[in-house]
């Protein structure tokens, strides 16, 4: 499986982290730094992965169903 790198942000409306989970690059910093968000750095820069991404959603939408399960 190959996996695209994705900057955590790009100039000029160019895809990046932010856009792809639609939250502030702030709240990109902090979802690595707790580690629910997987990172890695190409010389000084810090990209996710789409793989990445897809598993951190996936991770939130359990999160959320399990709450959801918890409340009934």
């Known amino acids: 499986m190959s996996s695209k790198l994705i900057p955590i942000e790009a100039p000029d409306g160019k895809p990046s982290a932010c856009s792809e989970i639609g939250v502030s ?3 990109i910093y902090k979802e ?6 997987k990172s890695v750095k ?3 820069r ?3 992965t789409d793989a990445f991404i897809a598993e ?3 991770k939130l939408v359990v999160d959320t169903d399990e ?3 918890a409340c009934a």
Do not use: H, I, P
């Open 46 to 48: 810090r990209f996710t």
């Open 42 to 44: 190409v010389g000084r």
């Open 32 to 37: 690595m730094n707790a580690g629910r968000l």
């Open 56 to 58: 951190y959603v996936e």
């Open 67 to 69: 709450a959801d399960g």
């Open 25 to 27: 690059r702030s709240t």
